[in-house]
């Protein structure tokens, strides 16, 4: 159990409090280009997250001093909404926004093909909306769908998901509940079709065949995201050609 947390038990008769099994991602809705004024844009369910990521770019950057001559400069907003959470939260960002914000944009940054846009910002809003832990890898998943979106060229999606330790078991994809007392939570961020991670991140401990196991578990889990990323791009343009289809 991390720290000052008041244990209670996590898992009763080999289930999760909410009936999941160990490897069992939540229930995930995905829907693509959601907002009208953004490039691209995406809402992502993650069990009860609810976020949505919206995409601008690529677009002249100010300021100019702040221009890379030769890519684009990507940047990354991770916002909570104040009622997102069950006490109200303060608005605006904090350190955690800020953490979250950097470690996110360097689990896109690898995908995203700056070099063809030099001068440029493609900026990257995340909201989160409703919280129940996870919310930086809803966020990721969801900001990767809204960047194809946008139509930024990109090498591949990224997928996120993050495992964790709870009453000594390793399982996937905490709930905030499991997440307060918990003992471990790892997210991870890959882009599953080359097996290349890109955050990796732990709050709590885990031996190292727990870490090598819990690795595993998510790893597996973000190739299932990845499929589903894939089908909701793949459903939003086929529906669009069909309706062109029908018009013609
Ligand atoms: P993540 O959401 O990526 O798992 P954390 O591990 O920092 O990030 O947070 C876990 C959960 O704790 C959040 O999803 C949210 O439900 C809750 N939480 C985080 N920050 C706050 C806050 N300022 N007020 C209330 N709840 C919070």
């Not at 350190?95 to 001068?119: G, H, N, Q, T």
């Not at 409703?130 to 194809?148: F, K, P, V």
């Not at 961020?189 to 196991?213: K, P, S, W, Y």
Request: with cysteine; charged share 30%.
């Amino acid at each position: 159990m991390k720290e000052g947390k008041e244990e209670i038990e996590l898992i009763k008769e080999g289930k999760r409090l909410d009936g999941r099994g160990f490897d069992e991602l939540r229930p995930i809705k995905i829907e693509v280009g959601v907002l009208k004024r953004a490039d691209g844009s995406c809402y992502f369910e993650l069990g009860d997250n609810k976020v949505i990521a919206a995409v601008y770019g690529p677009r002249e950057m100010h300021p100019r001093h702040a221009q890379d001559a030769k890519m684009a400069v990507v940047k990354f907003r991770y916002n909570m909404a104040p009622f997102s959470v069950d006490d109200r939260k303060r608005p605006g960002p904090d350190r955690r926004s800020v953490e979250i914000s950097k470690v996110s944009r360097e689990a896109l940054d690898p995908v995203i093909m700056r070099e063809y846009y030099p001068k440029t910002a493609i900026d990257v809003y995340v909201e989160i909306l409703q919280s129940d832990a996870g919310t930086r890898t809803a966020g990721i998943n969801a900001a990767s769908i809204a960047l194809a979106d946008a139509g930024i060229p990109m090498k591949d999606l990224v997928s996120s998901v993050a495992v964790g330790k709870i009453d000594g078991e390793i399982v996937l994809d905490l709930n905030a509940i499991e997440d307060n007392h918990g003992e471990a939570d790892m997210p991870v961020a890959m882009v599953a079709r080359t097996n290349t991670i890109t955050l990796l991140q732990m709050d709590g401990r885990l031996e190292r065949e727990e870490f090598e196991r819990g690795l595993k578990l998510a790893m597996g889990a973000c190739h299932q995201i990845y499929e589903l990323q894939r089908a909701a791009l793949i459903d939003r343009y086929s529906e669009s050609v069909d309706v062109g289809e029908g018009e013609a």
